[in-house]
């Protein structure tokens, strides 16, 4: 495998530098990370402001028809605020979900957060397998001692192979020799 160098500048003036092995890793000196997150557009802080937003604007056009004696609109106005409510809830619960995986002093830590429950799982490196993928579609299927977890949830499945990958390649590296 080949690795790039990076140029950076620094006050001294430019300097090559090694890359990481990783492209979808955070390396630090004491550990590798991956973070694996959903991809969301807007936060739960925002929606509210959106739906604080929508909530003006519908109930006031609904006043508005129900000035005028259409007293109907008024209750169907506020029927659709709640489904929309109701879908927006539902959205935000899950725009934290997420995945983080690390690999630090001889474990590999995988923290899952779904619908705001978070769940860690500690595996020893020297027993983690990272099973191969069949097809993309699969998860990546991590597993030691009786221990078997689905991770990759939240990537793309084209990304998943080269997830896995690095992943076998960090816990090789964490065996052998310390991390870079």
Request: glycine content about 10%; hydrophobic content about 45%; aromatic content about 6%.
């Amino acid at each position: 495998m080949r690795e790039a160098l990076v140029l950076s500048v620094n006050p001294e003036g430019l300097a090559l530098q090694e890359a990481s092995a990783y492209r979808l890793a955070c390396v630090s000196d004491q550990a590798v990370a991956w973070h694996l997150r959903r991809n969301c557009s807007v936060t739960p802080r925002q929606l509210g402001g959106i739906y604080a937003g929508l909530c003006l604007v519908s109930l006031g056009i609904a006043i508005g028809f129900w000035w005028l004696g259409a007293k109907l609109v008024l209750g169907f106005a506020g029927l659709e605020l709640l489904a929309v409510g109701a879908a927006f809830l539902a959205y935000a619960r899950h725009a934290a979900d997420g995945e983080t995986v690390s690999l630090q002093g001889g474990r590999l830590v995988v923290e899952r957060e779904y619908a705001g429950r978070r769940e860690k799982v500690e595996f020893g490196c020297a027993h983690v397998r990272i099973a191969p993928l069949t097809s993309e579609q699969n998860l990546i299927e991590v597993m030691a001692h009786g221990q078997r977890l689905d991770i990759g949830r939240h990537v793309r499945p084209e990304w998943r192979p080269v997830l896995a990958g690095e992943m076998r390649r960090a816990l090789d590296a964490a065996g052998s020799q310390p991390l870079r």
